[in-house]
């Protein structure tokens, strides 16, 4: 059974470590939905504070599994873990 995810990604940006700049955040949230709206693909960037004792891959894949990210006709969803 999987973990319940670290966080519900339903922004474009989810800063839940605070470490994106307001302003920033805001105008990374324009770009990421200008780009939805220009290619239909989707992409989110998720930020946390703490992994929780978990892999990085398990607790990335379990924020994009619970996302709902990505169109099921077209599996057009982008994810990245960076640490």
Sequence with gaps: MAAE???KLDAYV???ANVIPDDREG???AKLKAHEEATS???AVATVQTLEG???EEAALDILRGSGLGQADRNNEIGRAHV
């Design 14 to 16: 989810v800063d839940a």
């Design 41 to 43: 693909n989707q992409v």
């Design 5 to 7: 995810p670290l966080l």
């Design 27 to 29: 105008a990374l949230a």
């Design 54 to 56: 978990r892999a990085v």
